[in-house]
């Protein structure tokens, strides 16, 4: 089975501070994971994904995250946040491409 | 590529009556999913088919929800007869067997 925890449903940053969105897979299997953003009244976008190969993984808008398989872990980061990045965020895994789990999503508030 | 097409983008109904929400997946991807959305429960697989056939429906919520997918460029999610427990927004989403891709929502509204 397959699962994703995502630590803190909000996070407020101050605009050019580090942003830091915390993700904790299950899986039994090497994993495929992602991180989807959704802006206010939009679907969810691809921001970046980890299949293979390099573990640090960089996505659009500035956004990168790392896979440690010893610590079951893919966190977002981005060096400076800017107020466009008010949104929510979702962290996800797939071993199949055809089972997709979501975590329950972190809100990310961006204070000017 | 224009995307995952989902129609309409709103929908407001009564309750009772019969409401139906398309999709039309990327060409190429042979995967399609049905998500709902609320700020109750977040984000719910509802169904999903792979080649045009249903593989998971344990999402589904009640006999009141039905989904097809006839051919692989067209799907549809109905619910009837609707509730207003139903109004949430939509997502439809297709993958040609990695990332998965999603469409702007139906934000469905049962009065």
């Known amino acids: 089975a397959q699962s994703v925890t995502q630590l803190g449903s909000h996070v407020s940053v101050s605009e050019g501070a580090l942003v830091l969105l915390r993700c904790n897979y299950s899986s039994s299997v090497p994993p495929y994971l992602f991180w989807y953003v959704q802006y206010p009244n939009q679907g969810l976008q691809l921001l970046l994904k980890y299949t293979t190969g390099a573990t640090l993984v960089k996505g659009i808008n500035g956004f990168e995250a790392e896979f440690k398989k010893s610590e079951t872990s893919f966190h977002l980061t981005k060096p400076s946040a800017h107020m466009s990045d008010a949104a929510e965020y979702f962290c996800?895994?797939?071993?199949?491409?055809?089972?997709?789990?979501f975590g329950t999503g972190t809100s990310l508030t961006v204070i000017p | 590529d224009a995307g995952v097409i989902q129609s309409p983008r709103h929908e407001v109904t009564e309750m009772g009556q019969e409401v139906t929400l398309r999709c039309k997946p990327i060409s190429g991807h042979n995967s399609l999913f049905w998500y709902r959305q609320t700020m109750m429960r977040g984000l719910e697989l509802l169904i999903y088919?792979?080649?045009?056939?249903?593989?998971?429906d344990s999402g589904m919520p009640e006999d009141r929800f039905s989904a097809k997918m006839p051919n692989a460029s067209f799907s549809t999610l109905k619910i009837q007869p609707s509730e207003p427990r139903d109004s949430a927004v939509y997502f439809c989403?297709?993958?040609?067997?990695?990332?998965?891709?999603f469409g702007p929502g139906t934000r469905l509204t049962v009065l």
């Open positions: 989403a297709s993958t040609p067997g990695t990332s998965l891709f």
């Open positions: 996800a895994v797939t071993s199949t491409g055809n089972q997709f789990y």
């Open positions: 088919f792979n080649n045009n056939v249903p593989i998971d």
